[in-house]
Structures are given as structure tokens and as C-alpha cells.
């Protein structure tokens, strides 16, 4: 299916364990994101990649990795899950960064027990 | 750095009713200003943007102009309905990223 796509897209996890979301996008956009979005908080940048082997911090990226071997796939690891990290997480993709439309997945609710 | 700051707290009105969210921004240049728009249990989706001053984005029936001389990007629209009840986010353009508010929750009443 065309698109972005995220999994899982619920995950329970344990405080201490490590967690990978996943995010596949088919339309070879150079940019993509990862946001969480907390009550209170809105959205907020995590890290972003402009293009395959290239990632950069965003607002809020301690605790997490990201990395980019394929310009398609843009995988965030929690190395130690906190409970302050029990969030939605959402990717996006976008052609041109913020230039034009970014696209967004449906999203990941994490729950770090 | 370029950031966002939307009205505080959630919205609620009637069916027909005239909607604003207000949005306004704080930036160095002259960056591209967005409303995104999150229904129930999805992700965010563009509503509509405008790139330069003076610009006005519309979609849907919702308005919205990008005003320099007051750093404003206000949302409106004239008859809201049920359909309508969502999350709005107005956004910026940073470095090839996006900033965003914090987002207002509407709910349209029948």
C-alpha cells in the first residue's frame, strides 16, 4: 500500500527494556520525522533525517536513536524505556522538509510500565 | 528559535457556529505557516498553508491569512460542523522541519 506506515501500533513495554517503532514510507521522500505528542506539549521533534545516512537532532531527542540505512525506513529505538517516554509517537515524510506538505502516519501509543 | 503559540484550551460551540483559533509566531525570516488538522485517532493531515505575507490559505472552508505586520496566521471558518471536531495545529517552517503549537481541541455540537 502507498503511503507511510507505522508499527506496532499499540506497545506496552516494560521501563528499562529497549524498543524499536517502525515507519516505512513508499514515496522515497527525502525528509522524515519522528514527533511524540504529549497532552500539554503538542508535538514535538524528536530527530529528523534529511535523507539516507544523514539523522540530526530535533527538540527533544535524549533517549532515543534513530537511524537510516534506506531512504525508505526510518526506525526510532528507546535504548532504556522511561515512563516519561509513554507518548504517541508519529512519523512523517516530507519532499522538500518543511518547504511543503509533510505526510504523517497514524501513529504509535507507547506505554513504558 | 521559530515557534508557535495557539490560544489555550479547547473549543466548543454549536453546529453553524463562526470559528477562530488563533495562531501566532515569533521567527527570524519569513517562514512558511501551516494548519494541521488530527481527527479522532489519526495522524495529522495539512489543512492548508500560506508561504508568503499577505498570502491567504483556504481549504475546506477554512481561511486563513498570513499576516507579517501582526505575526498571525488565524483559523477561521464561517459554519462549522459536527464533521469538523478535531485537533488543530498551526505549524511553521524551520530549517526544513516544522514547528508546531500546541494544538486546540474543537468539539462541534449538534
Redesign the interface.
Known sequence: DAGITQSPRYKITETGRQVTLMCHQTWSHSYMFWYRQDLGHGLRLIYYSAAADITDKGEVPDGYVVSRSKTENFPLTLESATRSQTSVYFCASSDQGSITEAFFGQGTRLTVV | GNSVT?MEGPVTLSEEAFLTINCTYTATGY??LFWYVQYP??????LL?ATKADDKGSNKGFEATYRKETTSFHLEKGSVQVSDSAVY?CA????????????NQVVVIP
Open positions: 495557539q517562514p512558511s485517532g489519526e495522524g495529522l493531515q495539512l498553508k495545529f511553521l517552517s524551520e530549517d526544513n522541519r516544522l514547528a508546531f503549537g500546541k494544538g
